[in-house]
Each structure stands twice: as C-alpha cells, then as structure tokens.
Nanobody, 122 residues
C-alpha cells in the first residue's frame, strides 16, 4: 500500500514557475514508477510526465516537453515536477500516481494522490 500527498500548487502568472512535490508513505516507494497527471474542468485526465523506479528514464507529454522536469528522491520518498514557462492551458488539478511498472497510461496506476490545483493566469 502506498499513500501519496501532493503539494506545491497555486496561482501563478503565465511564464512563471512552480514546483510540485508528491510525498509517499508506505513501503517500497523506490520500486514504483511514478507519474504526474492532470485534469482540467470538463476534460479527461491526461498524462504529463513519468519517471522510472530508478529515475533513469523519464517521459513527457509533447505539450510539456522542454518546460517541465520530473525527478525523484528515493531516500526522501518524494517525486517532483518542476514546471517552468507555465501557460494558461496548464491550468488543472495535478495528481501524482504510483505504478508497478513504467507506463504513461493512467489506467495502469495503482495508487493516486488527492491532487493539487495549479492555476495559470494570462
């Protein structure tokens, strides 16, 4: 069992930056791949970024490539999402999730946090 808690969301102007954190409790965090997903009002949840259990492999949605960076610190049981160059279309509820293998498909993830709101004003 893994419990996840996101933090770091907020209101920022376009072009600004935010760093999201996801703290995990429970055993074997380092054995899980971790992903960030987001859901805007009236839209389906979409994949943002994924990192393998070791941190050696990362994957990004085309819409955030070059602007967002996912990382993890297994000693701290935490995964991060550094978001730079934020755009109004990045406004969404951001979730972190844990999966037993590396996947960009939300349906494959076993554990989810409650989400943290990111709002980007124009």
């Amino acid at each position: 069992q893994v419990q996840l808690a996101e933090s770091g969301g907020g209101l920022v102007q376009a072009g600004g930056s935010l760093r999201l954190s996801c703290a995990a409790s429970g055993r074997a965090f380092s054995s899980y791949a971790m992903g960030w997903f987001r859901q805007a009002p009236g839209k389906e949840r979409e994949y943002v970024a994924v990192i393998s259990w070791s941190g050696g492999s990362t994957y990004y949605a085309d819409s955030v490539k070059g602007r967002f960076t996912i990382s993890r610190d297994n000693a701290k049981n935490t995964v991060y999402l550094q978001m730079n160059g934020l755009k109004p279309e990045d406004t969404a509820l951001y979730y972190c999730a844990a999966c037993r293998y590396t996947s960009t498909m939300a349906g494959n993830y076993d554990y989810w946090g409650q989400g943290t709101q990111v709002t980007v004003s124009s």
